[in-house]
């Protein structure tokens, strides 16, 4: 059993910067894939970003892409999501997860554990 734990979130301006942080329990975090989804209120989730157990490869959505950056630290147990040049229509509860594959998969029903998300506001 996987307990993710995910923090960071708030409010910021449009044009803005947060890192989202997902803290991981268990001895077995190095060899999941992590991702990153959002929801949005009247939307389905989609995905945003993942990573493979390594860190050596990374994913991101196109509506993401040069502006996120996810990355690891398996020391600690810890995923990130780096999130820059913030839009409004970057706001969501962001969600992190994990793949038991170690894959980082870009699709949800391939993850096994999910946070209790953390919401994300961006004003204009």
């Known amino acids: 059993q996987v307990q993710l734990v995910e923090s960071g979130g708030g409010l910021v301006q449009a044009g803005g910067s947060l890192r989202l942080s997902c803290a991981a329990s268990g001895r077995t975090f190095s060899r999941y894939g992590m991702g990153w989804f959002r929801q949005a209120p009247g939307k389905e989730r989609e995905f945003v970003a993942a990573i493979t157990f390594s860190g050596s490869s990374t994913y991101y959505a196109d509506s993401v892409k040069g502006r996120f950056t996810i990355s690891r630290d398996n020391a600690k147990n810890t995923v990130y999501l780096q999130m820059n040049s913030l839009k409004a229509e970057d706001a969501a509860v962001y969600y992190c997860?994990?793949?038991?594959w170690g894959l980082g998969s870009l699709n949800s029903a391939e993850y096994d554990y999910w946070g209790q998300g953390t919401q994300v506001t961006v004003s204009s």
């Open positions: 997860a994990a793949d038991t």
